[in-house]
């Protein structure tokens, strides 16, 4: 394990440290709503100090970008922030919700953390180093076809124009598949399927704090992340399907029917 992952691991430790502590008294949180549907507590925001000052102890110059507080610095390094991604199961106290951070160099994915504070799960990832859970290493799975495929997924929340869309992209894999399952927690799902719980995964209008973690775990796992029409603008678009190679391409000719009336690639 790299230097910064290491460093990342530290940082989702503390955070899990802070959010554990409160898990027990949800009922006296503050909580206040960002915008339709999308909830903050006071535990994201402390969760978040803590990875910035562990990070910025080791690496002060790096800038960092966090789902609340925003852009932290400019550098051609960047740490990208999900202090607890699935804060609303977390303030229903519905067991899903982690950590996630990331490292770019001069955009490129380097170094990743998913951290279950629950399960006590640690997914890491170094680029060309492979992704692990804990001490054991990651592989995708092996499912070539959708019959018998076990996906996750997220409803689009946020913007509801992607609504229609997704409606149809998810009843076309609903008959496709052997299940569907939508946790509510993105940078989980991702690290599901970099350790073959999950197939394969797509959702519509992410954040990339929510998966970038995500997506270095399943490329080191040996899949493929992409935007839903197989290229490569996810980092930017947030509409992203993740699998195997095989999987990955049979997920996307189910979802081209889609795109014209969806959401842009």
């Given at each position: 394990?790299?230097?910064?992952?290491?460093?990342?691991?530290?940082?989702a430790r503390q955070a899990g440290n802070v959010i554990m502590r409160s898990f027990s008294r949800l009922d006296s949180l503050t909580v206040s709503e960002k915008d339709v549907n999308d909830f903050v507590s006071e535990i994201?925001?402390?969760?978040?100090?803590?990875?910035?000052?562990?990070?910025?102890?080791?690496?002060?110059?790096?800038a960092i970008l966090a789902e609340e507080s925003g852009t932290h610095g400019k550098d051609d390094f960047q740490w990208i922030v999900d202090p607890l991604d699935g804060t609303t199961n977390y303030l229903h106290g519905f067991p899903q919700f982690a950590?996630?951070?990331?490292?770019?160099?001069?955009?490129?994915?380097?170094?990743?953390?998913?951290?279950?504070?629950?399960?006590?799960?640690m997914f890491t990832a170094?680029?060309?180093?492979?992704?692990?859970?804990?001490?054991?290493?990651?592989?995708v799975t092996d499912q070539k076809v959708l019959k018998g495929a076990l996906l996750g997924t997220g409803i689009p929340y946020r913007d509801q124009r992607y609504m229609d869309a997704y409606l149809g992209m998810l009843?076309?894999?609903?008959?496709?598949?052997?299940?569907?399952?939508?946790?509510?927690?993105?940078?989980?799902?991702?690290a599901y399927v970099a350790?073959?719980?999950?197939?394969?995964?797509?959702?519509?209008?992410?954040s990339v704090w929510d998966f970038a973690a995500g997506a270095l775990l399943i490329e080191e796992?040996?899949?493929v992340v992409s935007d839903i029409a197989g290229g490569s603008r996810h980092m930017e678009t947030g509409n992203v399907i993740a699998a195997n190679i095989r999987l990955h391409?049979?997920?996307v000719e189910t979802i081209r029917p889609h795109l014209p009336s969806g959401p842009s690639a």
């Open positions: 394990m790299n230097p910064t992952t290491n460093i990342a691991v530290r940082a994201d925001r402390n969760a978040e100090n803590a990875i910035i000052d562990t990070i910025h102890k080791a690496y002060p110059r790096h950590i996630s951070i990331a490292l770019t160099h001069r955009g490129r994915l380097e170094s990743a953390v998913v951290y279950d504070p629950l399960r006590d799960e170094d680029r060309g180093g492979g992704a692990l859970l804990n001490d054991r290493r990651l592989r009843k076309d894999f609903t008959q496709e598949t052997a299940g569907i399952r939508r946790p509510g927690s993105a940078a989980l799902d991702f350790a073959g719980r999950l197939d394969g995964f797509w959702e519509l209008g992410l796992a040996g899949g391409g049979k997920m």
